[in-house]
């Protein structure tokens, strides 16, 4: 029988785990609370335990699998297995999370960044499936990305690429300062909050009646899409500001790196084509020929299941 | 005896040619004129027989060679190894010139671009040794770039990876018009040309006085260096407004990619830390606290050479 692959997509409140077949099939998935008590030190027992023991009920061990692939929040070494600095786990201090969880498991263990796994599941099962080049761009809380190039994860000197989150799309003097200590990053726009702020930045200036400036609710990037797509002027306005650079950013993707696909997933591209279609229409009046014919973006397909799919492929054996 | 590399940096008027060892050392060195006549149908032949004669005249044959790699203008098929496009060598058509100098001279043959296979000399022996990631960026009568990373050259869908002279940065309505169709590339700014025009724009609305204005010389983008060395204000501003534009590139280049090097070649490099200081500075002002700790960015250091080596290197075996 064919060799399996464990995925892992370690959270801030749960851990996902999949089994899964080498072409990408998911069999099982489940998931375990993430603990961070005491420094978060039994996040990867936890784990290791909840494998062994779905394997136990399924009548299967470790031999069956090539072994565990994991997406982590936080700073990787990549040689040595450990991670730190992520705080969300409670992790400020350097784990050896691909020794440990091994000790536990008997599987070898194989860990990247969150954002570089979805990177890697979308390419390989979802909205860039086949293509050699994919730039994965996630719009959530913050903005972040994964680049998979020429067969591989690109790391960078630090561990920092893909981090499109954190490029200068606003050099004016209006530019907002960024978390990172910097200004006039795409975060500070087209990140959930973001969104909200420059919706609340041309509220302030726009002199005609909007839903978005009368409304009750709260104001979520949601809400602006909705207020959009029932063709409020400002919520429109809004949506075109922040789509202008996105369409910047993924022009300076496409220019550079020229992949077959960008991919933009995270909890804003559930907007779907109201976010796409102005993207793609600033993107290509950026983007030189050669980069029109041949790099295209659309929305990620996989959902939450991209992280472990991401996570499992890091387990399968080189070709 | 270790096998050796031939390396070829194919021109429009010369095709440098080198015998390199394995640690890229360059041991004989010559060039052959770059015969256009005839559709460029004497190109190839004229490269292979000029190696089998020197070959001959060393007292060395073909199997001491792991093989040849070669560097060329066009767009190339990297799986069938031809080249079209390659228009300063009137080679409209697809040449197979991978097979065709296999057969004059028997070795194997592995192509790339010029400005790939300059990241990948200047990578190997030059600016960027021993770094895992390089982004190399040429400035001369065009703007290009070369990406190495983790131990590839990046190629993307249609071979547009490294394009760094046409992204976009200029947004204003003041952006230039450059060839490749849109407005606002790098190019238009940063280029040999583009310098040139930017010091005849920023002239016409200085009201001091300055060399650069009063001066019987043709204005070139090494005068306008010049000047700025002795301190003119006019050829300091302009020096100043081409340097925001490439910090804002390399940044771009930086937060995506965190290359441990970023080297910065071609004609107009020759400025040295006149160019490199101002870079410098912009470039740590737009990029996030990660990158600003693990990118550099220099001058190149291997002039012509970095050609033939980066075209050898490609012949060189896995390890």
């Known amino acids: 029988m064919e060799k399996k692959l464990i995925g892992v997509d370690l959270g801030g409140t749960t851990a996902k785990i999949a089994i899964l077949t080498t072409d990408g099939k998911i069999e099982e998935k489940w998931s375990v609370a993430t603990d961070i008590e005491d420094e978060g030190s039994h996040i990867v027992r936890n784990i290791g335990d909840s494998i062994n023991q779905k394997l136990t009920d399924l009548q299967l061990d470790n031999s069956g699998f090539y072994g565990i692939g ?9 040689e040595k297995g450990t991670v730190k600095g992520a705080y969300n786990l409670n992790w400020a201090k350097t784990q ?6 091994k000790a536990i498991t008997g599987l070898d263990v194989y860990l990247d960044n969150d954002a570089n796994i979805a990177a890697v599941g979308e390419r390989w099962q979802g909205a860039g499936e086949g293509s050699a080049n994919v730039f994965f761009v996630t719009l959530g809380t913050g903005v972040g990305g994964g680049i998979f190039a020429e067969g591989k994860i690109l790391h960078g000197a630090k561990g920092a690429a893909g981090e499109i989150g954190h490029i200068t799309v606003d050099t004016s003097e209006h530019a907002y300062d960024c978390t990172c200590g910097k200004k006039g990053c795409l975060e500070t726009i087209a990140s959930a ?7 609340k930045d041309l509220a302030r200036t726009y002199e005609k009646g909007s839903k978005l400036k ?12 909705e207020l959009a797509a029932e063709n409020d002027e400002l919520a429109t306005k809004v949506v075109d500001h922040i789509c202008f650079y996105l369409g910047l950013a993924c022009s300076h993707i496409g220019n550079m790196l020229n992949p077959e696909k960008i991919i933009i997933g995270g909890g804003v591209s559930a907007a779907g084509d109201a976010l796409l279609k102005p993207i793609q229409a600033y993107f290509e009046g950026m983007v030189f020929p050669a980069v029109r014919e041949s790099t295209s973006i659309s929305i990620a397909t996989l959902g939450n299941d991209a992280g472990v799919l991401g996570a499992a492929w890091l387990a399968l054996p080189a070709e």
């Not at 994991?70 to 990549?78: L, R, S």
């Open 193 to 199: 909050t973001g969104i909200v702020r420059v919706a």
């Open 214 to 225: 009368t409304t009750s609710e709260e104001i979520t990037s949601k809400l602006i899409f």
């Open 70 to 78: 994991m997406g982590t929040p936080g700073t990787i070494d990549y």
């Open 96 to 101: 050896n999370v691909a020794a440990d969880l």
